[in-house]
């Protein structure tokens, strides 16, 4: 996981824009941030949920994605669009989402993880296709960011080489579920914040104890 002027503390957060929960978990990690941002520099790797996937959804798929969405929005208050249930056919490939947000990383590093959400609520609560190269150009333009600039850095080679680092990175940690939380130093190793969704005030408050405590490399909280 080493990068070049690394900080000694960092919160590194393993997410995908197309997972549901990790949509659900995008105000609780946005206050993380924006809260901790002098002393947690967050930097986000992408985790590759349905990277690469090539084969339609199913009837089964349907239904296991519908129940999904049902839990998530009850448990989180985010909203969803169902008539993306109507589509005929829909291959759930998470790979240029991924992409568009390693894209934003490169291009505006503090832009990662609103554009992250932006791609997320795009999906979720607009109905809009994700999978889509085009698509996804027109939330970054959206968001802020030149349109050609951010299609021609999507489609470089050293782009896709990069997210595809994300996943080895996320898969050599171990990293199963998303949305996961880790906090810590490349040299003094990482403590687990949460595998998967907790609400903002079962971290924020064991977060700051855990810094208090001198970041000892035990769960926090």
């Not at 080493?2 to 824009?17: G, I, N, R, T, W």
């Not at 990790?22 to 941002?37: D, K, N, T």
């Amino acid at each position: 996981m080493s990068e070049p002027s690394k900080p000694a503390l960092q919160m590194v957060y393993f997410a995908d824009p197309m997972c549901s929960w990790c949509y659900g978990f995008s105000p609780v990690i946005a206050a993380l941030a924006e809260r901790f941002e002098n002393r947690l520099p967050l930097r986000m790797v992408m985790g590759g949920l349905r990277a690469g996937n090539t084969a339609p959804m199913t009837a089964e798929d349907r239904s296991y994605i519908r129940n999904a969405w049902t839990r998530v929005g009850a448990a989180t208050g985010q909203p969803f669009d169902m008539t993306f249930f109507d589509r005929e056919s829909f291959t759930y490939d998470t790979e240029p989402a991924c992409r568009g947000v390693v894209t934003a990383r490169r291009l505006l590093p503090k832009m990662a993880l609103p554009f992250k959400a932006s791609i997320s609520r795009a999906f979720y609560a607009e109905n809009r296709d994700m999978t889509s190269a085009e698509e996804i150009a027109e939330v970054a333009e959206e968001t802020g960011f030149d349109r050609q600039q951010f299609r021609a850095a999507f489609a470089a080679a050293e782009t896709a080489n990069e997210t595809f680092r994300d996943f080895l990175t996320a898969q050599e940690l171990g990293i199963r579920g998303f949305p996961t939380l880790i906090a810590g130093s490349d040299d003094k190793g990482y403590a687990l914040l949460t595998n998967g969704y907790r609400p903002l005030d079962d971290l924020a408050e064991p977060l700051e104890r855990w810094l208090t405590a001198g970041a000892p490399l035990t769960k926090a909280g």
